[in-house]
């Protein structure tokens, strides 16, 4: 189930704003960009029990989640969640995606990314600098392009089953998603210019990460993916340009479906 009507545009509107607020939060649990204290102290994918994962399927952030989640085979049940709401009307964060594993909340995409990679991946290798790229400069770029094309927008809403009214021929007259993501981002570069640098990064070998994907092969693949599975033209051509059509086609091989 995703957000219907005027939920999609409050969870445009939160994509991207990240506050500098030193946790923990009032109830306990991690503002954005800060880790969860105590320490979650997860060091294998067994370590994450009765994993829920709070947020929209048709969110970006939530789908680079469920992809590490399904790649590393972690079970996890996905509970629609609009923001603005908190999972218990107690929790002090109010924006998506939430992650309640093993008894603890995390909160906030970046660190729910770098906690489950951290406890997933041999040796708790974590590209941070390459994860801060794709979550603050590749996603809200390439939400940029697709939601200022009608198209494109469209594609999106339509497969994801928002609201019809919210079509680009209404949604445009009240409110443009786009315009809001690079009022967050004033400095945001062209998707293609995170997709180049990537691409060189990668060179000859398979995946960023050698012969099997690593960490930013799992959060650009999760990233790109809602965009891509909807049709979204300027998600094709992102690709395209980059020549990162074959890497794609081989991520679509290691991650399961979900």
Known sequence: ?????????????????YATIRMPLPDGTNAEKEDPTPPLGWS???????????????????????????????????????PGKGITEESSYKKVPVLSASGRIVNDSYVI?????????????FDADMEEVITFGLQPAIEVECFESN???????????????????????????AKGIKK????????????????????????????????????????????????????TKHLQDADLDAWYKRMQDKVPPF
């Open 151 to 177: 198209a494109a927008l469209k594609s999106y809403a339509v497969h994801f089953g928002y609201a019809p009214w919210y079509y680009p021929e209404f949604l445009f007259g009240f409110f443009s998603p």
């Open 1 to 17: 189930a995703d957000l219907k009507g005027g939920d999609l545009a409050q969870s445009f509107l939160v994509v991207g704003a």
């Open 184 to 235: 967050k981002h004033p400095d945001l570069k062209p998707s293609g210019e995170y997709a180049s640098s990537f691409r060189s990064k990668m060179g000859d070998k398979p995946f960023y990460g050698g012969d099997e994907p690593g960490c930013p092969d799992l959060s650009y693949f999760g990233t790109i993916k809602n965009f891509v599975v909807a049709g979204c033209l300027p998600a």
């Open 44 to 82: 294998s994918p067994a370590d994450l029990k009765d994993v829920k994962l709070y947020g929209a399927a048709g969110s970006p952030p939530v789908a680079k989640i469920r992809t590490i989640l399904a790649y590393f085979k972690v079970p996890y049940q996905l509970v629609p969640m609009k």
């Open 113 to 125: 990314t770098k906690s489950i990679l951290q406890a997933c991946v041999p040796n708790g290798v």
